[in-house]
Nanobody
Framework: HVQLVESGGALVQPGGSLRLSCAAS????????MAWYRQVSGKERELVAS???????NYVDFARGRFTISRDNAKNTMFLQMNSLKPEDTAVYYC????????????????WGQGTLVTVSL
């Protein structure tokens, strides 16, 4: 059983910065691609950025140039550095990972975190 726990969400003023963290724990065998998503109440969850096992990042248009995704494979942790935040970045941010666990090392599994709230407001 593998869990993802996000942290770092907070209230921040427009133009400010936040760093989100996502830590994977449990019976991890291997973690493949990881990603950050966000969701505004009443809207669909949307991709923010993803990063593969080798650390290669990909960003959606609104995140490119402002957000930086990274990971520490040794600690099974992923980060999202968010700069120049805007009110429209207000959302619950979720991390996502694909992995194998120790009990099923050949099975490709997916897990979501519980989310962390980011509020950008004066």
């Amino acid at each position: 059983h593998v869990q993802l726990v996000e942290s770092g969400g907070a209230l921040v003023q427009p133009g400010g910065s936040l760093r989100l963290s996502c830590a994977a724990s449990g019976s991890i065998f291997r973690v493949y691609g990881m990603a950050w998503y966000r969701q505004v109440s009443g809207k669909e969850r949307e991709l923010v950025a993803s990063i593969n096992e080798d650390g290669m990042p990909n960003y959606v248009d609104f995140a490119r140039g402002r957000f930086t995704i990274s990971r520490d494979n040794a600690k099974n942790t992923m980060f999202l550095q968010m700069n120049s935040l805007k009110p429209e970045d207000t959302a619950v941010y979720y991390c996502n990972a694909h992995y194998n666990d120790l009990e099923r090392p050949n099975k490709y599994l997916e897990v979501w975190g519980q989310g962390t709230l980011v509020t950008v407001s004066l």
